[in-house]
């Protein structure tokens, strides 16, 4: 168990995190005219790997022995966390707003608490699975509009069911980091951009559509994801999933509706509705409802 202080601490280093994902959202949406899904993945790693570089070269060579014997979960987490969730997220993206992207990813704690459940026998408080839940149900909530016939009808549009995809694949990632292997953060991520840049290389060069305009837009928003979603938040999401774990991890994924919508109605001009704002206030319930348990090690 931690230390009230480090408790403030994993939740600032989660809320900093949150802020820059909702920012990889909208600069999703905002340049999907200028750069297709694959190539803007593609150039994020790329450029995420060339930052993180100097920070991971040093000790590399003494953590490669454990990540080779890790090289599974390793893979998977390339797999899941780099290459699908954020491919496919930006897939997403092409076909709904920045806002619903946002709010859908509200489900990641209701999934990540099924996937640790069923694959780790992970339980938790009832309190905590209560307030998790609640945030999953305000995510629906604006998901269907507030629509009870469209729930019955299940009509979710093709970006929504991307977007879903990639919040699944993103709670496997949460669950998974538990079976990274215990390397310095900077070795370990360099693993996983570098992976998922050479996972992503022959997939753009054979995949058609792929297009790229070199404008101050595009320039700026590789620049953008390569840095602050890419480096900064996945060094603090790792290093705040270990210290809390991962339903811990998860439930602070719902925080990212509530700046991400804020940011899409400000910055992409979209219009937010009567159940965004309903949405909004159950997940910030639910988070409340979920806070007051201590931050345990797993």
């Not at 080779?68 to 797999?79: E, I, S």
Request: glycine share 10%; with cysteine; hydrophobic share 60%.
């Amino acid at each position: 168990m931690t230390s009230k202080r480090g408790d403030w601490l994993t939740y600032v280093m989660l809320g900093c995190t949150i802020a820059f994902w909702a920012g990889n959202s909208i600069v999703g949406r905002a340049v999907r005219a200028e750069i297709d899904p694959v190539t803007l993945a593609l150039m994020r790693w790329i450029g995420a790997t060339i930052v993180v570089t100097p920070l991971a070269w040093r000790g590399l060579r003494a953590d490669l022995p454990a990540i080779r014997a890790a090289w599974k979960p390793t893979l998977a987490l390339c797999v899941a966390g780099i290459v699908g969730f954020n491919t496919v997220l930006y897939a997403g993206l092409q076909y709904t707003s920045a806002a619903n992207a946002l709010l859908m990813q509200a489900s990641v704690p209701g999934l990540v608490l099924a996937i640790a459940a069923i694959f780790f026998a992970q339980r938790e408080p009832w309190i905590k699975v209560f307030g998790i839940l609640l945030s999953v149900f305000g995510a629906a909530f604006t998901i269907f509009k507030g629509d009870v016939h469209a729930v019955l009808a299940l009509r979710l549009g093709k970006g929504d069911l991307i977007v879903l995809a990639a919040c699944l694949l993103w709670a496997i990632y949460t669950v998974l980091l538990r079976l990274a292997p215990k390397v310095r953060p900077a070795s370990f991520l360099f693993v996983l951009f570098a992976g998922g840049a050479l996972i992503l290389l022959p997939v753009a060069l054979i995949l058609p559509g792929r297009h790229l305009e070199l404008t101050a837009a595009s320039i700026g928003a590789i620049a953008y994801v390569s840095v602050f979603p890419s480096v900064i938040a996945y060094f603090l999401f790792n290093a705040s999933v270990a210290r809390a774990g991962s339903a811990i991890g998860g439930q602070a994924i719902a925080l990212m509706p509530i700046i991400g919508a804020l940011l899409a109605a400000l910055l992409l001009g979209e219009a937010l509705r009567w159940y965004h704002g309903v949405g909004i206030a159950i997940i910030l319930a639910g988070i409340v409802i979920a806070a007051p348990g201590r931050v345990q090690n797993r």
